[in-house]
């Protein structure tokens, strides 16, 4: 124990008779402690700190006994004792770990405390409890163990990176802390950092003696699903199945995994989990759940069949509604004719909402039906709706048919079908900039870079004043690593027509990286955050930067926010991306 590693430190030398008898009193002290003679121990040490009131040992002894004395009979005079004896003690001894630690486990514990008695925050004193203590002293390990245990406690609310750090240091010095594995892991795994997550989960599972079983099959669905995650294989995917039939955690286990699956892109995985649900477990939620991920999935069809399923069985209320929003989106991506029955029969709850008005409109224009001249002029609180309507007004009601079926197609990534659309439009609206820009803009997302090259150059050689033109065309060209100089000359040009664009500052801020400008990178990626915060992409252009800058614990912090910012659309492309640099593959 670290009281009588310090209370026998020393011995070997001639004592004085003054801390001969403090010595031999805190022993006394101590043995009656450990007896349960609270009361005996009291009185050991009042004499010892009569003899020598200064001594760190014996005011210490006293702290943890009256500490033992307020666990069976708790007052809030003895309360305060203890915090007055601990609060002397860290001004007293400030370079004795041992006061300022206690007290911050104490406000982990019960940060009531900290209220109610003005004191300072549990990490400072942690934090100024290990700065007291020397890492290579291993009678310490235990002490700094703990306190690295209590700081990932703290951590666990607000940044779960730092949590998991923490746990893991917590091992490093005591490496049989059974329960540090699991909070590593499960803070690992809320921060993103998955293959770790995993490693501590497994070394949990076989380290706990005996743990209750609804936290054992916590325990081994996590690592089923994170194995699934990271794996994406057809074994891990069985071994997830396997573990859901024999164990029987229930329906809401593959409603936990589904939701799991898709905050990271994973569709197929989430689509599969919740196909095992039984059929007489699936409510509403359930098709709902099935359509949104087959629209995802670019499968419009599927989506179609699955919504009017969903309909049929819940034809009112908002499950309805909501069904009948799907059954739209899936039948104009899919020119499925079919569904226009359905749709008919359930126009009450179409017209109830602006968006699904518009839509349903549009749709009967699709099916022959002329459109209302309150498809063009009704006013309505969406960008998107407004700008189709506009369209409309210049150029008829067949570009803006097809203009808003190319804009629906890219809501959902599905680029192919949009750059199909675009060029259903007359060749009058194929010419106009606006157009032409978002043409260029899906042929680079569709990978198509050329194509989008030369519509970006036609539209800056007729002296195009659009930001947007510059900076689309200087960030895609910097993603290919074609012509920096001439990407980051774009950008520059897009930020003096427009110098508050937020993404601009984040073009011109990774062209500069990708050149391998630091400084002026980090300057612009920053002040574009200022403008969007949780934007996932520049969040991850920030980490790359600051690894590079070899500050790579701030990097692992803003690859974190990256990976758990849940922009599925951005992870379902840049999931082993971030992974892998979050947590590489050993």
């Not at 803003?558 to 082993?576: G, K």
Request: glycine share 6%; net charge negative.
């Amino acid at each position: 124990m670290v009281i009588l590693a310090f209370l026998l430190s020393g011995m070997a030398q001639e004592t004085p008779a003054s801390e001969a008898q403090v010595l031999g009193l805190l022993l006394k002290a101590r043995w009656a402690e450990e007896k349960n003679q609270l009361s005996l121990a009291e009185e050991w040490i009042k004499q010892a700190v009569t003899i020598d009131p200064n001594n760190p040992d014996a005011r210490y002894l006293e702290i943890e006994i009256k500490s033992n004395r307020l666990k069976s009979d708790p007052s809030e005079q003895l309360e305060l004792e203890v915090i007055n004896l601990l609060q002397k003690g860290i001004a007293q001894y400030p370079n004795d770990f041992r006061f300022p630690k206690r007290l911050g486990i104490l406000l982990v514990k019960d940060s009531s405390w900290r209220q109610r008695f003005d004191l300072p925050e549990a990490e400072s004193l942690l934090l100024r409890g290990l700065d007291a203590m020397d890492p290579n002293r291993p009678d310490l390990f235990s002490d700094i163990a703990e306190s690295y245990y209590y700081l990932g406690q703290i951590y666990a609310t607000r940044e779960p990176l730092k949590a998991g750090n923490n746990f893991e240091k917590a091992l490093e010095y005591q490496p049989d802390l059974e329960w540090a594995h699991f909070y590593a892991a499960q803070n690992f795994e809320n921060a993103g950092l998955f293959r770790r997550a995993l490693q501590f989960y497994v070394a949990f599972a076989e380290k706990v003696s005996f743990i209750p079983r609804s936290t054992q099959l916590s325990l081994q669905g996590s690592i089923a699903r994170i194995q699934c995650l990271v794996l994406r294989t057809d074994a891990a995917l069985n071994q997830l199945e396997k573990f859901y039939l024999e164990q029987k955690p229930g329906a809401d286990f593959l409603w936990d995994c589904s939701e799991f699956f898709s905050r990271y892109g994973a569709y197929s995985l989430a689509q599969t989990t919740l196909s095992w649900i039984p059929i007489e477990k699936r409510e509403a939620q359930w098709g709902l759940a099935q359509t949104r991920i087959a629209l995802l999935r670019h499968k419009p069809v599927e989506a179609l069949n699955l919504a009017i399923a969903g309909l049929a069985q819940f034809p009112r209320g908002e499950a309805g509604r909501l069904f009948c929003d799907q059954a739209l989106d899936a039948a104009l991506l899919s020119y499925d004719p079919g569904a226009y029955a359905v749709l008919s029969a359930n126009a009450d709850m179409l017209e109830q909402n602006p968006r699904t008005r518009f839509h349903w409109r549009a749709y009967q224009y699709g099916q022959g039906r002329k459109l209302e001249q309150a498809w063009f002029e009704g006013e309505v609180n969406s960008d998107f709706i407004h700008a189709i309507q506009l369209s409309g007004q210049r150029w008829g009601e067949k570009a803006a048919f097809h203009l808003f079926l190319a804009r629906l197609s890219l809501g959902y990534r599905q680029y192919e079908l949009a750059l199909d659309l675009y060029g259903k439009l007359p060749r009058e609206v194929r010419k106009d900039p606006e157009v032409v820009l978002e043409m260029a803009d899906v042929f680079a997302l569709a990978g198509q870079n050329s194509k989008a090259f030369k519509l970006y150059q036609s539209l800056i050689r007729k002296g195009s004043s659009n930001p947007s033109v510059y900076n689309n065309y200087g960030y895609f060209l910097a993603e290919t690593g074609e012509d920096l100089p001439k990407a980051l000359s774009l950008v520059e040009q897009a930020l003096r027509l427009d110098p508050q664009c937020d993404s601009c500052m984040d073009s011109l801020g990774w062209a500069h990286f990708l050149q391998g400008q630091l400084a002026p990178a980090e300057l612009w990626i920053r002040r574009s955050l200022q403008a969007a915060p949780n934007d996932a992409v520049r969040l991850d252009h920030l980490g790359d930067i600051l690894f590079q800058k070899g500050e790579q614990e701030e990097a692992m912090r803003y690859w974190s926010r990256s990976m758990t910012i849940q922009d599925e659309f951005h992870l379902q492309d840049a999931f082993f991306d971030l992974l892998n640099k979050l947590d590489p593959a050993l």
